[in-house]
């Protein structure tokens, strides 16, 4: 039944339009520019953090661009900047302090994973960590 449908939403969203302040023309778009003979993409968009990469060609970037623009659209972009930051090391370190003391197993655990990070897998960032790669942190985590 129509009479049951509230449309107040989507009247909002029309009447936003109308006034030439559409919800989605509110978004920036991406910028470019030509540093050093290399093209630097930037993304801008409230609720998200920066993003920038570099690349050889405009049309490359162009391309990253509208994909992560893409993605922030529909509410799917995931930033794997601190990731890329964050050693698998670090986040032992973090469960040491955070996790492990309210343990029963506290004693035994840190004795296992300080002895993980001493491992060259520490090392790594949490962003090239895989599924193919976490039986390996087990094995390690077990031989120590």
């Not at 989507?10 to 520019?33: H, T, V, W, Y």
Request: charged letters at 25%.
């Amino acid at each position: 039944m129509l009479g049951t449908t509230n449309f107040g939403g989507l009247c909002g969203i029309l009447k936003g339009c109308l006034s030439n302040s559409c919800p989605n023309e509110d978004q920036e778009m991406a910028s470019f520019r030509q540093r050093n003979n290399k093209w630097q993409a930037r993304i801008s968009r409230d609720g998200h953090p920066d993003q920038v990469k570099t690349f050889e060609a405009k049309a490359d970037a162009e391309r990253w661009a509208r994909s992560v623009e893409s993605e922030m659209d529909k509410g799917h972009f995931v930033s794997v900047s601190e990731a890329q930051r964050t050693t698998l090391g670090a986040v032992i370190e973090r469960y040491l302090v955070e996790v492990t003391p309210r343990m029963k197993s506290a004693t035994e655990d840190t004795i296992r994973l300080k002895a993980l990070i001493r491992k060259p897998i520490a090392k790594w960032s949490m962003a090239n960590l895989s599924a193919a790669r976490v039986p390996v942190v087990c094995l390690w985590a077990k031989v120590t």
